[in-house]
């Protein structure tokens, strides 16, 4: 069955404070990655990752994708309060379909 | 762009009412797609749409669940009849076919069937 486990899921800590969240995936003719924020109401697109090695970066957010070993990681640095929130990360597989496996989800609060 | 618009936000229903759902995609984007999300089980994909034609509806939970994309632009999701344990945030979300730059969600409908 395919799936997307991330890690861990719920995370407390202070501002300034570096971050790393976990996904790996047992997916079947994989083809993408993809990170989303998820605060009150929709998810929001991150990165989307789809190479080995190469790493995507947005201000304090990173994320690198290792194909090899079937995971993803996202980084953030210095923290702050506006960074709690859930993140979600979800594979996208090929063979002509559109949908999007996602993990349950990493819920970070950044405590000031 | 208005983005994906869903209505209503929120919805509070007695179990046994049917309740309905509303999703207008982005212009221009033809893959639609209904997910649930609850705090035990996160986001599950109940159903797709490509070029108003349903894909894949293997995650739709009963058959008091069901989908439709009359035209090109909308889509409902219906549950007839609702259950308590149907509560949960109901996201549509759309995307372009050809694209590769995952979904742009709605802002959700939040359920409560009491």
């Known amino acids: 069955e395919d799936k997307v486990v991330q890690s861990p899921l719920s995370l407390v800590v202070h501002e300034g404070d570096t971050v790393t969240l976990n996904c790996s995936y047992e997916?079947?003719?994989?083809?993408?990655l993809l990170w989303y924020k998820q605060e009150k109401k929709a998810p929001t697109f991150l990165f989307m990752l789809t190479s080995s090695g190469i790493e995507k970066k947005s201000g304090r957010l990173s994320s690198i994708l290792d194909k090899k070993e079937l995971f993803s990681i996202l980084n953030i640095t210095a923290t702050q309060t506006g960074d709690s929130a859930v993140y979600l990360c979800a594979v996208r597989q090929t063979s002509g379909t559109y949908k999007y496996i996602f993990g349950t989800g990493t819920r970070l609060k950044v405590l000031a | 762009d208005a983005g994906v618009i869903q209505s209503p936000r929120h919805e509070v229903t007695e179990m046994g009412q049917e309740v309905t759902l509303r999703c207008k995609l982005i212009?221009?984007?033809?893959?639609l797609f209904w997910y649930r999300q609850t705090m035990m089980r996160g986001l599950e994909l109940l159903i797709y749409?490509?070029?108003?034609?349903?894909?894949?509806d293997s995650g739709m939970p009963e058959d008091r669940f069901s989908a439709k994309m009359p035209n090109a632009s909308f889509s409902t999701l219906k549950i007839q009849p609702s259950e308590p344990r149907d509560s949960a945030v109901y996201f549509c979300a759309s995307s372009l076919s050809r694209g590769n730059y995952g979904y742009t969600f709605g802002s959700g409908t939040r359920l409560t069937v009491v």
């Open positions: 212009s221009g984007h033809n893959s």
């Open positions: 997916v079947t003719n994989f083809r993408s």
């Open positions: 749409f490509n070029n108003n034609v349903p894909i894949d």
